[in-house]
C-alpha cells in the first residue's frame, strides 16, 4: 500500500485533521531524517602540534605523541543538546565510532546504515556513509570533523548530483570552510531550527590547506567548492579572510608590539599564538617566530618553537606565564581554531586574568565579537564576557568574547 493510499485509509477512519492518531501520522509522515557521521581521528594533531591528521603517518605519529580522540566528545555533546527532540526526528548514523556509539552515548536509538572497512576508519568510510545517507535521502548531513572532512563530502555529493545540505560540528584544526558551526551547542540549536521549522539553505565555501606546507609554516589555501547549509549567520562560521599586508595594517601592528614589549615583564613566560600580529612583537624582538605554530618566550628571548601542549605544561608548571594571542581570520576566534595546542589545561594553569588579546583596529571593525570554542564547556563558559583587547600604543577597547 503507498503512503497516499495509507492516508487515505486514515482520513476515512479518523476525519480530515481533527483527531490525534490522524495528526499523529502527518507529524511522523513529516519527519525529518539527519545523517550522522563522525571522523573520529579529525582534530588530533592540534594540541600535539602537527597541524592536522591528514594522512595515515601523521595520525600514528600523533598518538605516539599522546594524542586523544576529541570528534567523538563533540559529537555526543551535540547530541546531548538534542535529546528532547529526539523522537521529532530520525537520526541515521554510521557504525561504532563513526556515529553509532556517539548516538547510543547520548540517549538516541538510531538507525546504523553500511559497514566500516576496516578496525582503522579513514576517508573511505566517511565518503561511503555520505553515499548511504544520499540513498536514503535524508534531510541534512550533521558531519564531525575539518576541512578535510568537509572536502570528503563535497566528492561525494558533487558524483551523486545530490544538493543535501550539510552542516559541520568543528573539531578540525584548520577549519577554514564556511561549512561549520561555532561550536557544537551552535551546530544543535541550528538543528532544532531545522527540524521545527526549516532554515533557509545558502551556500557554504569548502576549503581546505596543504598540510605539508603548513607544516613549514606555509599557508596555502585552496577553494575546492561549494555545500550548502542551512543559514543561520549568528550560529555559523564564516569563512576566514586573511590579513591585508596594506601600509595602515602593518603600522597598527607595530603599534602594539612596541606597546607589548615594552610591558612585558621580567621573569614570566609569554605563550605566543599563532597570526601575523603577534609575529609583529617577535619581528620587533629580532625573534624568528613560527607563524603558524606557538611558541614560548622569556625575557625576549626565545625559550622554545612551535610547541605542543605537552611541552607547554612542562614549561609553565609552578612557573608565571601569560597568553598572548590575536583572533584568527576573520572569525573572531581567540581560542580552538589553529591554536588547539594552548589547550584548557594550559588556560587554567595560566589564568585568565593572564590571558592577553591583542588585535588591530581593522579587524575588531570587521568581527564585532570574539569567540572562544577550547572543547572544553566549562571552561569556554568562564572565558565569556568583555575582556580587554589591546588595538594600538597605550590603547585598549572593550570587547565581548561569546
Excluded: C
Excluded at 500500500?1 to 492518531?21: I, Q, W, Y
Amino acid at each position: 500500500m503507498t503512503s497516499e493510499e495509507v492516508e487515505r485509509v486514515l482520513k476515512a477512519l479518523f476525519g480530515h485533521g481533527v483527531t490525534h492518531g490522524y495528526q499523529e501520522y502527518i507529524r511522523w509522515k513529516k519527519k525529518k531524517r539527519i545523517g550522522l557521521v563522525v571522523n573520529p581521528i579529525a582534530g588530533m594533531g592540534g594540541r600535539v602540534g602537527l597541524k592536522g591528521t591528514d594522512g595515515r603517518e601523521v595520525l600514528e605519529k600523533a598518538i605516539e605523541l599522546g594524542a586523544k580522540p576529541i570528534a567523538p566528545l563533540r559529537a555526543v555533546e551535540t547530541l546531548r543538546y538534542l535529546v528532547d527532540l529526539k523522537d521529532a526526528f530520525e537520526l541515521i548514523t554510521y557504525p561504532k565510532e563513526m556515529g553509532e556509539y556517539e548516538a547510543l552515548e547520548a540517549g538516541f536509538k538510531p538507525m546504523v546504515v553500511g559497514s566500516l572497512n576496516s578496525e582503522k576508519t579513514s576517508a573511505e568510510d566517511t565518503k561511503n556513509a555520505v553515499k548511504e545517507f544520499s540513498k536514503i535521502n535524508v534531510d541534512l548531513i550533521l558531519f564531525v570533523g575539518g576541512d578535510g572532512t568537509a572536502r570528503d563530502i563535497l566528492e561525494v555529493l558533487s558524483s551523486v548530483k545530490k544538493n543535501t545540505p550539510v552542516l559541520g560540528i568543528p573539531s578540525g584544526v584548520k577549519m577554514h570552510s564556511s561549512v561549520f558551526a561555532i561550536n557544537p551547542r551552535a551546530a544543535a540549536k541550528m538543528v532544532s531550527s531545522f527540524i521545527r521549522q526549516g532554515l533557509s539553505i545558502t551556500q557554504g565555501e569548502v576549503m581546505d590547506i596543504d598540510e605539508e606546507e603548513f607544516r613549514k609554516g606555509r599557508l596555502s589555501a585552496k577553494l575546492y567548492g561549494y555545500l550548502l547549509v542551512p543559514y543561520e549567520p549568528t550560529l555559523l562560521q564564516s569563512k576566514k579572510n586573511p590579513t591585508l599586508p596594506i601600509n595602515e595594517e602593518l603600522l597598527n601592528q607595530l603599534e602594539i608590539a612596541r606597546y607589548l614589549a615594552e610591558n612585558m615583564e621580567h621573569g614570566v613566560f609569554y605563550i605566543l599564538g599563532p597570526g601575523s600580529t603577534v609575529s609583529a612583537l617577535t619581528r620587533l624582538l629580532g625573534i624568528e617566530k613560527s607563524l603558524l605554530g606557538v611558541d614560548i618566550i622569556k625575557n625576549h628571548v626565545l625559550v622554545a618553537k612551535d610547541v605542543n601542549e605537552k611541552q607547554i605544561l612542562e614549561i609553565i608548571t609552578n612557573k608565571t606565564a601569560k597568553i598572548v594571542v590575536t583572533p584568527i581570520g576573520g572569525q573572531g576566534f581567540i581560542f580552538g581554531r589553529g591554536n588547539q595546542q594552548i589547550s584548557p589545561e594550559v588556560i587554567r594553569k595560566v589564568g585568565k586574568e593572564n590571558i592577553i588579546v591583542i588585535a588591530t583596529k581593522n579587524k575588531l571593525k570587521n568581527i564585532k565579537k570574539l569567540r572562544v570554542d577550547t572543547g572544553d564547556t566549562e571552561l569556554d563558559k568562564s572565558l565569556r564576557g568583555k575582556i580587554k583587547v589591546i588595538v594600538g600604543y597605550h590603547e585598549e577597547a572593550l570587547v565581548e568574547v561569546e
